[in-house]
């Protein structure tokens, strides 16, 4: 696979917890990384978008302030940071790739080609 993640697991709400995707040599190069999230019955949605050239990111309003995303060059690896969980953030987390412009920070699942398979999170009362 283009794209490894790891790191979901089950929690309380209020605890947090480390996403991680592993980028093979080639998805590493693309200059467009995302999180995205889609719980049961509902739409893959947007949940964190960087730009690794100019090093841009947007969040999607529900994570604001509790979401982080962020890369490792040398690992070839992205990770979403996150905080303050809450039940609504339960879903299955998928990474996301593909090459885009310099002034842009995509959050579509249509700009992105490369995926992973999904780790879950699970985020208890």
């Known amino acids: 696979a283009p794209l490894l993640e790891s790191g979901g697991d089950s929690v309380q709400a209020g605890g947090s917890l480390r996403l991680s995707c592993m980028l093979s040599?080639?998805?590493?190069?693309?200059?467009?990384m995302a999180w995205f999230r889609q719980a049961p019955g509902k739409e893959r949605e947007g949940v964190a978008s960087?730009?690794?050239?100019?090093?841009?990111?947007e969040y999607a309003d529900s994570v604001k302030g509790r979401f982080t995303i962020s890369q490792d060059n040398a690992k070839y690896e992205v990770y979403l940071q996150m905080n303050k969980l809450k039940p609504e953030d339960s879903a299955m987390y998928y990474c996301?790739?593909?090459?885009?412009?310099?002034?842009?920070?995509?959050?579509?699942?249509?700009?992105?080609?490369?995926w992973g398979q999904g780790t879950q999170v699970t985020v208890s009362s």
């Open positions: 996301a790739a593909d090459w885009c412009q310099d002034d842009v920070v995509p959050m579509r699942e249509t700009d992105f080609g490369f």
């Open positions: 040599a080639y998805t590493g190069r693309r200059k467009c």
């Open positions: 960087l730009n690794t050239r100019s090093g841009s990111a």
